[in-house]
C-alpha cells in the first residue's frame, strides 16, 4: 500500500508510488505538477531535515533539482520547490526567496535573467506557477510606479539574442 506522505502516479489501473530523494519511507514527497512524459516535479524532505527541495521524478528515478544557493541564506538551509514543467522538460518553482528556471541541468535565477530598471530592483518576481512548451512563464511580479510598489500578474516570454 502506498505511504501516505508519498506522491503516486495513476500508470493505467494501478498507482506507482513516486520514491523519496534518500529511499526513507518516512520522507515525504509532494507532486505539483505532470506533462505528457509523465515527468513529475514537487516539493519533497528527506527524513529528519526541514529543508524542501524541488524534485523531478522521471523513469522510476527521483532527482533533487538543488537550490539557487543565495549567499544571504548561508548558514540557515537552503531550500527549494518546483511548481510546474512543461512537455519539453523546463521546470520553474521558487527557491531561497527568488525563482527558478530549471533547464540543461541547471537552475537560472529569473530575477537575475531579466532587464531591471535603473535601480536594479524592479520588477522582482514572487511567484512563478506556470510554464508552457513556448518557455513563456506565468506569476506575478512586483514593479514601482507612480502609485508606488504594486503587484501584477505578469508574463515573462524568453528572448532570443541575435548575433
Known sequence: TPHANHGFLFDGHSMVELPTLDGNRSS????????????????????????????????????????????????????????????????????????????????????????KDPGGIWPYISVVRAINDAGQIAGTCYLDGPAGVTIRACLLTPVTSNP
Open 28 to 115: 515525504v514527497v509532494v507532486p505539483n505538477a505532470i506533462n505528457d512524459s509523465r515527468q513529475v516535479v514537487g516539493y519533497a524532505w528527506r527524513n529528519g531535515n526541514s529543508e524542501e527541495r524541488a524534485f523531478l521524478y522521471e523513469n522510476g528515478v527521483i532527482k533533487d533539482l538543488g537550490t539557487l544557493s543565495d549567499p544571504r541564506f548561508d548558514g540557515f538551509g537552503h531550500w527549494s520547490g518546483a511548481h510546474a514543467i512543461n512537455n519539453v522538460g523546463h521546470v520553474v518553482g521558487i527557491s531561497d526567496a527568488s525563482v527558478f528556471l530549471y533547464r540543461d541541468g541547471g537552475m537560472i535565477d529569473l530575477n537575475q535573467a531579466i532587464d
